[in-house]
Every structure is written in structure tokens, then in C-alpha cells.
């Protein structure tokens, strides 16, 4: 019924069920925003985006994701710098973060696979001590919880997908949440 109304509406997109949707979202994940978007790749680019990295700077991922982890860097001419995964988690291994840390490098961009949630405490205090920024790839871990917090409330930006082998799907679709004003201000934009 809910979709023969929407598809009965003016609106097929960004009409008021977008703005109920994101809502929902930020209540259900614990961050301040949330910005619906055509997809995750949309939301991890505008994620990168957002934050200021550039031309020249790295980004700190894992090889073992969709492209879109590496390719959001690349969007803005900065370069994915890949470090492996933990065996068990399959997630990015935070023991082997710090030795790929350069002067160059703005952020961390875990990815949370197959609804496994990295090590987010490590990874943090990881940021913290080097100041870089963490930008979350939650596509694929809606739901997941790292210690009593769902993914995506840890990062400065996250990123969910929508696509069909996601957890919920939209049939396309991504949300960016995040709780900085600043970055929520530019995604929007």
C-alpha cells in the first residue's frame, strides 16, 4: 500500500518519504544526520568529498571490499593505500595500520563486511593519535553492533547501500550519516 501511494504521488524521488526515512535513520543508528543518496559508492565519494581529501592525499582501506573503497579516493585524486584483513573478522587488521601511515595520509576508511564490524576502538585511537579523519563503509553492515553501538555511529562520515544483496534494499540507494554539521551541510549540497 505504502509504495502504491508513493507511486501515486508527485514524488518517485526526494519527496516526503526521503525525509521520513533519513529520520528514522538517524534515530536508529544514534548519529545527529543522515542524508539519503543514490547509492553507497554516491555516499563513500561524497564522504571523501566532504572531508577535504584531495589531490595527493591517502586514504587507509582494504583491498578486500567492493571497489568503491578504493575507487571514493580516487573520485578526488587521492590514493587508497591498502592494508590486509584480520582472518577471523575479515575486516582491515589494526595491527597493520600504523606501519602504512605516511604524511600523506587524511583518513581511514574500514569496511565492515558481511556484517562484521571492525575493531572501531583500535581504529579510532589509531585516528586520534595520528589525526586522520575515519570514514565508515557500512554498506554492508546495517544492523551489525561493535560493542553495543550499531556500525556506522563510530566514523566522522559513514556510508550505507541499499543495492539488492544488501540488508534492506531500496532496489538502489545509499545514506550517508555522520554527526558533524559541517559534512552533513556539504553532502546535502
Known amino acids: 500500500e505504502i509504495i502504491k501511494d508513493i507511486l501515486a504521488s508527485p514524488y518517485l524521488t526526494l519527496g516526503p518519504k526521503v525525509k521520513e526515512f533519513e529520520s528514522m535513520f538517524v534515530n536508529y543508528i544514534g548519529v545527529k544526520h543522515a542524508i539519503a543518496v543514490n547509492s553507497g559508492t554516491s555516499g563513500l565519494h561524497l564522504a571523501v568529498r566532504a572531508l577535504g581529501i584531495k589531490d595527493g592525499d591517502e586514504v587507509i582501506t582494504t583491498p578486500f571490499s567492493f571497489i568503491s573503497s578504493a575507487n571514493a579516493p580516487l573520485f578526488e585524486r587521492a590514493k587508497p593505500v591498502f592494508v590486509d584483513i584480520d582472518k577471523d573478522t575479515f575486516c582491515i587488521d589494526p595491527d597493520k595500520i600504523e606501519e602504512k601511515i605516511t604524511s600523506r595520509t587524511r583518513a581511514i576508511l574500514p569496511v565492515h563486511i558481511f556484517g562484521y564490524v571492525a575493531d572501531m576502538d583500535r581504529i579510532l585511537a589509531i585516528a586520534k593519535k595520528h589525526n ?41 540507494g545509499g545514506m550517508i550519516v555522520t554527526n558533524d554539521d559541517e559534512v552533513a551541510r556539504l553532502c546535502r549540497s
Request: aromatic share 10%; hydrophobic share 35%; glycine share 14%.
Open 132 to 172: 586522520l579523519k575515519v570514514i565508515e563503509d557500512a554498506c554492508e553492515a546495517l544492523g551489525s553492533e561493535y560493542k553495543g553501538r550499531k556500525a556506522g555511529s563510530f566514523g566522522d562520515v559513514t556510508a550505507f547501500g541499499f543495492a539488492p544483496n544488501k540488508q534492506v534494499t531500496t532496489g538502489e
